[in-house]
């Protein structure tokens, strides 16, 4: 249920962007808060980005001033525009719902990642 907007196509250059899409359903206001979540080449998953309730957003500190995680609540979306993207963040692109923010990542009641449907690959060549 992961999309990439716009043009469709996962894979960019070095300083291009991309624009991610979720269709959350109902979760986006069932859970606390939504987040975006990566699985680079050869690492575990990690969390991106995270949003609440009152659409506060936080980040890592690795994409903090290029990615802006947003969601629309009437078409129960949600959404990351990812900006002067970087090789480093080749990955694919989950998203989940959580009970917590911790440090950007949205966890769930346990501070563990909810696995919740398939990823996108994103692509971002030197």
């Known amino acids: 249920q992961v999309e990439i907007l716009g043009s469709g196509e996962g894979s960019v250059q070095a300083g291009g962007s991309l624009r991610l899409s979720c269709a959350a359903s109902?979760?986006?206001?069932?859970?606390?808060?939504m987040g975006w979540f990566r699985e680079r080449p050869g690492k575990t998953r990690e969390g991106v980005a995270a949003?609440?309730?009152?659409?506060?957003?936080s980040y890592v500190d690795s994409v903090k001033g290029r990615f802006t995680i947003s969601k629309d609540n009437n078409k129960a979306t949600l959404f990351l525009q990812m900006n002067t993207l970087k090789p480093e963040d080749t990955a694919v692109y989950f998203c989940?719902?959580?009970?917590?923010?911790?440090?950007?990542?949205?966890?769930?009641?346990?501070?563990?990642?909810?696995?919740w449907g398939q990823g996108t690959q994103v692509t971002v060549s030197s």
């Open positions: 989940a719902p959580g009970s917590k923010i911790v440090d950007g990542v949205c966890l769930n009641e346990r501070g563990r990642f909810n696995f």
């Open positions: 109902r979760l986006i206001r069932s859970y606390f808060c």
């Open positions: 949003i609440d309730q009152d659409d506060t957003a």
